[in-house]
Structure formats: C-alpha cells, structure tokens
C-alpha cells in the first residue's frame, strides 16, 4: 500500500468557518508533510511533522493549524481564512531517513476561500 | 538565489524524441534527488530518484546527476503523448525537508 488519502477532495468555506483537512497513510512513514499549491506553481512545504513532532513551520500564518495525532494521521485545521488561501493542499509522507526521503502525495483537497 | 532551479518551459518535442529536463540546486549538502510528474489539476507523482553521481536508467527514463556542479537531469526517450506535463525537480536539503523548483512543462506534438 503507498497511498497517502486526504479528505475531503473539494472544500467551500467562508471566512468565518473553521473547517479541517485529514491526512491518513499506513505506509510507516514517519514524516508527514503538508504543501500548498497555486495554480502553475510548484508545491510550497507548509509543515513538517517528524515522529509526530512539529519539525518545521515555514512561516506559516496562525489560521492554518496542523496537528499529528498519531504516525499515521495528519490534520490541517482552518480558520478565518482569506479568498487568498485558495488553492491545493498536498498532504505527503516519507520515510525518515538521511538518504531515502521520496515523499509520496496525496490527490489533495482542492480549497476555496468565499 | 532560488534553492532549485528549473527553465519554466514550455519545452515542445515532437513525438518519439527525447525530451531533456534540467535542474540545478544551490544546497552542496543534499543528498537525494527527485523527478515528480504533475498533470494539470493532479497531484505530483513521484517518477525517478537519483543518490549518487552518475546515471540512473528505470525503463524510458534517464536521471542524470552531477553533484560538483550541482546539476539534476531527467532524459526521456522515446517522448509520448501521455508524456505531456510539468515534471517538477525536487531536492531535499535536510532528511525531513523536500523543496520543490518551479516545474518544466513539456509538451510532446504527435
């Protein structure tokens, strides 16, 4: 099984809504990552989790909230978002290992902020 | 300066040839390399990866890497049509880190 599922494949929210992206692989990765992605533009890293650990946040504004629950779950919890925000949100996962980190992707939730 | 470096394209070849796909990276200390093949409104699917100096064959694909002049490329003989989409270049500078360049958009004519 290399599959990474994320749901829901489509969201419409409001800017007032609190909404959230689930992430899920059983492919014993330890790394779970969450990218975002405009149209014509290449995946933009967002977060890093590492055994279930926040690794990196890229600056991320605070409306995006990430959570790990477990190594096999990841959360991207959304609040007061802007019309800006829309866009592809990848979920990947990979192995935690110094020469062997191919991140599979999910098929993403396609956002859009009204 | 950008950490992964791609031409942005579109790249054009006629069916049947071989496309070449560049991309340079600015970190000497990464370690992995990646190709992913992206079509329009799909998620990036990981096509090749390369570790060490040198080429990397697997079927109709080619990576080629050079880290001393920090250089990764994808050949793809024999282009298709199905081949037609942003190959993105990827480069991980740290082992929980994968960054991303900009894409190729490659277009095969039949």
């Known amino acids: 099984d290399t599959e990474v599922t994320q749901t829901p494949k489509h969201l419409v929210m409001g800017m007032t809504n609190k909404k959230s992206l689930k992430c899920e692989q059983h492919?014993?990765?330890?790394?779970m990552y969450w990218y975002k992605q405009k149209a014509k533009k290449p995946p933009e890293l967002m977060f890093v989790y590492s055994y279930e650990k926040l690794s990196i946040n890229e600056s991320v504004p605070s409306r995006f909230s990430p959570e790990c629950p477990n190594s096999s779950l990841l959360n991207l919890h959304l609040h007061a978002l802007q019309p800006e925000d829309s866009a592809l949100y990848l979920c990947?996962?990979?192995?935690?290992?110094?020469?062997?980190?191919?991140?599979?992707f999910g098929q993403g939730t396609r956002l859009t902020v009204v | 300066q950008k950490e992964v470096e791609q031409n942005s394209g579109p790249l054009s070849v006629p069916e049947g040839a071989i496309a070449s796909l560049n991309c340079t990276y600015s970190?000497?200390?990464?370690?992995?390399f990646f190709w992913y093949r992206q079509y329009s409104g799909k998620s990036p699917e990981l096509i090749m990866f390369?570790?060490?100096?040198g080429d990397k064959e697997d079927g109709r694909f080619t990576a080629q890497l050079n880290k001393a002049s920090q250089y990764v490329s994808l050949l793809i003989r024999d282009s298709q049509p199905s081949d037609s989409a942003t190959y993105l270049c990827a480069v991980n500078p740290s082992y929980d880190k994968v960054i991303f360049g900009p894409g190729t958009s490659l277009s095969v004519i039949p």
């Open positions: 492919m014993g990765h330890r790394a």
């Open positions: 990947a996962s990979s192995q935690v290992l110094d020469r062997n980190t191919e991140a599979f």
């Open positions: 390369i570790y060490s100096n």
């Open positions: 970190d000497r200390g990464s370690q992995s």
